[in-house]
């Protein structure tokens, strides 16, 4: 056993004006031998002190007095002060000079602060480099407005050239108010079955299609950009409260594996939020190499999504999480705008981004209730490719070779449905100069 005493600096402090050296002015009698045998003092008056405080406490007082006297010296914090709960987007772009990088798609989440390194500084998703996110969070922890401001801040500096966006929203449907920007292709919400089923063949056949295309120039997304001189869209789906879609689409969902495991390589990121890690198919967790946390429900998570995360918690604010760079961080949300009515806000940005004039990115085509046939003539070249209608698996116009064939039976179980059918193809033929006879025969019942 080690026994120790520490330093004690408790004791009284006297004021005292005098710092030389004292010089001893009494008069000694001595003997022969040198003993002093008689003194006399020559003190004539002692002045009466009066203890101010404890001699630690006054040299602290001293050293501030000092400090607060000098104009040129000025000491570091030992911290930096907390991130405001208020941040907003177009701030922080001011406040760290945000550029934009071409056919990149690094959009602002909001700012981090970094204790260990003394650091607070702006937080992107850079989707390029990191691929897939996952973003958890409860209730009312911020989700909903954590994917406004990405969809804001990407709107803002990449336009229909560089960003094609895909809105999928089972939470507060807040993402509809994008739905005009031109670079939205569209916004799924609950109930639009088909749109959720045609969203992920299109991005299955647009994954094979990059497949194909960039072999030949290295065979990624950034090789194609910087090799083949031609430029393409980087694709964005964001899903918004995955386990609702896990529980009304499970057949549907799987089809999205395909595209979400692969797709990062070729271009094709997804976003997705979910309230905890359980309600995430697996398959699409390890598809997803970056998460954020936002806050959870039981505080043992957020080392099971981030790891160690050395004890660190987010405060409870709208916003506020984790995320995981060299070390694990607090972070704040940046919001959009500090007017009360974000409606009339992001409705003013949305007819800011159509005057611009961009193209729009393409739509989720679904089945029309009634298909017209005006504009499939313009697609009518001749008797080997006469338009009849719309191929349900990719909405394409079905067109019949006629010419192929001497023969060719019109079947139907309603005679009504076959009466439609035969008057169109009947305009069809007449409309583009063909000859033809009509032998009509009445059917009795």
């Known amino acids: 056993m080690n026994f120790g005493q520490s330093a004690w600096a408790g004791a009284q402090y006297f004021p005292n004006n005098e710092f ?64 405001p709960k208020n941040i907003y987007i177009d701030d922080l772009v001011k406040k760290y000079n945000y550029k934009k990088e071409d056919y990149v798609i690094n959009p602002i989440v909001g700012e981090y602060d970094d204790p260990t390194n003394q650091k607070q500084d702006l937080l992107t998703i850079n989707l390029n480099e ?82 194909k295309l960039f072999t030949k120039f290295g065979g990624s997304y950034q090789d194609y950009i910087k090799n083949s001189g031609e430029t393409l869209p980087s694709i964005v789906v964001i899903i918004n409260s995955v386990e609702i879609m896990n529980e009304v689409y499970q057949d549907i969902i799987e089809k999205y594996i395909p595209s979400i495991r692969e797709g990062a390589k070729y271009g094709i990121y997804f976003i997705i939020t979910s309230e905890t890690q359980s309600t995430v198919k697996m398959k699409v967790v390890q598809s997803c190499k970056n998460a954020l946390c936002l806050q959870m429900a039981n505080d043992l998570v957020y080392r099971d999504i981030l790891g160690r995360t050395n004890g660190i918690i987010p405060s409870s604010t709208l916003g506020r999480g984790l995320c995981k760079l060299e070390n694990v961080c607090e972070f704040q949300t940046a919001f959009i705008t500090k007017d009360d009515s974000l409606y009339n806000t992001l409705k003013k940005f949305v007819e800011e981004l159509k005057a611009k004039g961009m193209k729009n990115a ?56 076959m009466g439609r059918f035969i008057k169109n193809l009947i305009y069809v033929f007449d409309n583009n100069e063909n000859k033809f006879l009509l032998y009509k025969k009445k059917f009795h019942q």
């Open 20 to 83: 030389k050296k004292p010089v001893d002015k009494n008069l000694y009698l001595i003997d022969n031998v040198g003993s002093v045998n008689r003194t006399i003092n020559n003190v004539r008056e002692k002045n009466l002190m009066v203890s101010q405080g404890e001699e630690l406490t006054n040299i602290v007082k001293y050293l501030i007095d000092i400090g607060n006297q000098s104009t040129h010296l000025k000491l570091s914090s030992l911290w930096l002060d907390s991130i």
């Open 130 to 211: 990191v691929g897939n996110t996952l973003i958890y969070g409860m209730n009312e922890s911020g989700k909903d407005e954590i994917l406004q401001s990405l969809v804001y801040s990407m709107l803002s500096n990449y336009s229909t050239d560089e960003l094609h966006l895909y809105l999928v929203d089972f939470g507060a449907e807040t993402l509809i108010n994008f739905r005009e920007a031109p670079q939205v292709g569209d916004v799924v919400i609950n109930g639009d079955d088909e749109k959720v089923n045609n969203l992920s063949k299109y991005l299955y056949v647009e994954l094979n299609k990059r497949k």
């Open 362 to 417: 393409p739509v989720i085509h679904v089945m029309p209730e009634i298909v017209e046939l005006k504009p499939m003539m313009k697609k009518y070249t001749g008797l080997d490719s006469v338009p009849v209608g719309i191929i349900k698996d990719n909405l394409n116009i079905m067109k019949y070779n006629f010419a192929k064939k001497v023969t060719t039976v019109i079947t139907s179980s309603e005679f009504e449905t």
